[in-house]
């Protein structure tokens, strides 16, 4: 092989080898921009579901209305007719268990609020708030828990 | 070195150069993108707790972003600098289609009919100038609306046909009177009437919509076409899920609670029939209704019984 070749196959091989360089050095970069829009999109649904606990006692679906008025408690007579329509409400919740525990001076029994499971998860937060929870059948307020559970 | 191999070494330090600039220069995209990206997600959440904070009761707000940003709302999401999308599927917002700039006024209102439904956000862009054709009606609409919308404004049928709509494209005219003709004004897609009563019809250019109570006046005020014919659908809805759940309420009332006086059946009779009307969108029938389940209602407090709403 003569020197002028062995240049040129030398050359080639500097590209060559230059090319595979910044290759691997977009993919990396690539991956961590990836991983960086993901753990942003991870966080703007933690705070989605942070704010849940806030929003939960608020929705006129479970708070406590007498006369027109509402007040700051949940109806659990209501929590019992959601029941029937919380499939509706998959758009909102998402894969998420909420419940209510009558915690005093009740018996700890937990009440179902909405529950819609996937079948596979990675891994499950849990938030929880007390709140004050209105028996209709005892007509009596009691303290109780909301429990929020998110699957993802 | 001779002639050929000064070429082939020439060649490589382009193509090696080059490389090593596309490298630096896409980097540079990329990290430009991304650091955009992350400053508009900050900005979509800083706006979606804000809405989020406002929508536990009756509220408003002047929301102020540190620079001028172009957001597109939609029914379900809102996109901000045509990048990052922000899902709030759980609201019901009446916005305009666009919004370019660093300061807006967030408004939640009660919806109640005769329970209470939801807070709707409405949404108004600071620089859009809404002017509302002066009447007896027009008046008590602007003395409820917050001193923070600073575009909002009375005038008078006569005056309106002299002002210059040089900015005609962030210029509303709402009226709560057909008789008040705007057709020479060009730009007619920004123009709504809107019936002086408590439950009608709200008409843009092109169609009509109904609207149930005071809290959807000013969420046709506020709102564009495309807005405010999503979010009334939504609106249906959530009456139709609210409703549904009072209509169990009497059912559960009526198993645990009922007695010689106290009989919920005919509430949820009642609850039903207006579920029904909502659905067909035959708002007189909602109205005739509404007040039949109004006087139910009282009238299970007047018997001392435990009231559904």
């Known amino acids: 092989m003569r020197r002028g070749e062995l240049q040129i196959y030398e050359s080639v091989l500097v590209i060559f080898f230059f090319i595979l360089m910044f290759l691997l050095g977009f993919i990396f970069f690539n991956k961590y921009t990836v991983d960086n829009v993901k753990e942003q999109a991870l966080k703007y649904e933690e705070l989605k579901f942070q704010e849940l606990i806030a929003i939960i006692p608020s929705m006129y679906e479970f708070r406590c209305s007498f006369s027109f008025s509402d007040y700051e408690c949940i109806d659990l007579s209501k929590v019992w007719a959601f029941n029937r329509i919380s499939k509706d409400y998959f758009n909102i919740f998402g894969y998420k268990k909420i419940s209510i525990k009558d915690v005093y001076p009740g018996d700890e029994e937990e009440i179902l609020v909405y529950e819609k499971v996937p079948r596979k ?32 | 070195m001779n002639k050929a191999q000064m070429q082939i070494h020439w060649i490589f330090v382009i193509a090696a150069g080059s490389i090593i600039l596309l490298f630096f220069f896409g ?20 706006i979606g707790s804000s809405v989020s904070g406002l929508k536990t009761g009756e509220q408003f707000k002047t929301v102020k972003l540190n620079e001028k940003t172009k957001i597109d709302f939609s029914c379900d999401e809102f996109k901000i600098n045509n990048d990052f999308k922000y899902d709030w599927s759980e609201n019901i917002v009446f916005s305009p289609d666009a919004i370019n700039s660093d300061k807006f006024v967030v408004w939640t209102k009660k919806v109640q009919l005769p329970y209470s439904i939801d807070n709707i956000v409405i ?8 002017y509302l054709i002066e009447s007896e009606f027009s008046r008590s609409i602007k003395s409820l609306i917050p001193d923070d919308f600073t575009n909002v404004q009375l005038i008078q049928f006569d005056d309106l046909q002299d002002l210059n709509f040089k900015d005609s494209h962030n210029v509303k005219i709402v009226s ?129 019984c435990k009231v559904v709403f």
């Open chain 1, 121 to 152: 998860y990675k891994t499950r937060r849990i938030i929880s708030s007390p709140i004050s929870i209105y028996n209709t059948m005892e007509d009596t307020y009691h303290v109780g828990v909301l429990r929020i559970e998110w699957y993802y």
């Open chain 2, 27 to 46: 980097f540079g995209l990329k990290y430009k993108d991304l650091e955009t990206t992350k400053l508009n997600v900050e900005i979509a959440k800083h």
């Open chain 2, 123 to 130: 949404i108004s862009d600071l620089s859009q100038k809404i």
């Open chain 2, 176 to 304: 709560f009177s057909e008789s008040n003709s705007l057709n020479n004004y060009k730009n007619k897609d920004k123009m709504v009437y809107i019936d002086p009563e408590d439950y009608g019809r709200v008409h843009y250019t092109n169609e009509d919509y109904n609207f149930l109570g005071k809290s959807m006046i000013f969420a046709a005020i506020f709102s564009s076409n495309n807005s405010y014919s999503c979010s009334y659908n939504k609106l249906i809805k959530k009456i139709v899920l609210i409703t549904d759940v009072y209509y169990y309420k009497a059912r559960y009332l009526q198993d645990c609670c009922s007695n010689f006086r106290c009989s919920y059946a005919n509430v949820a009779d009642v609850l039903s029939r207006f579920s029904n009307s909502v659905k067909n969108t035959d708002i007189n029938n909602v109205n005739m209704v509404k007040n039949e389940l109004i006087s139910n209602n009282e009238d299970l407090y007047r018997k001392d």
